[in-house]
């Protein structure tokens, strides 16, 4: 299973393969329980919402209609679904994603942004 996993922000996000896919994978990427954000083109960003609470470094900001969103803390995976399961992500979802991050400055920190 292909997924997009963001660990240090200043390489962006690496293709990884997993062997295995469940919850408990995605738990452990994201360290802690994840939590779904669904995007176009049946993407998923998974991350852990407590990671803001536990001090954890901002990563990404996500955009509502192209304004300042929110802030994902910590380690993300992105990847596909079917509607009713998570699933691999294919190469045009990929490239789809990686098109739609666009580099933003926030309180003087270059960040990658993409909209919800």
Do not use: C
């Not at 990686?98 to 003087?108: A, F, I, M, Q, S």
């Amino acid at each position: 299973m292909t997924i997009l996993y963001l660990s240090d922000k200043e390489q962006g996000f690496q293709e990884k393969s997993l062997d295995k896919y469940d919850i408990e994978t995605i738990r452990g990427i994201v360290q802690g329980p994840p939590e779904a954000l669904y995007l176009p083109n049946n993407i998923v960003i998974w991350k852990n919402p407590k990671a803001a609470l536990l001090n954890q470094e901002k990563k990404l900001v996500v955009r509502h209609e192209g304004e300042m969103g929110d802030y994902i803390h910590g380690e993300i995976a992105v990847t596909g679904t079917d509607g009713t399961k998570t699933i691999s992500l294919s190469d045009d979802q990929i490239e789809y994603f990686k098109n739609k991050l666009e580099e933003v400055t926030v309180d003087g920190e270059k960040m990658l942004a993409i909209d919800y």
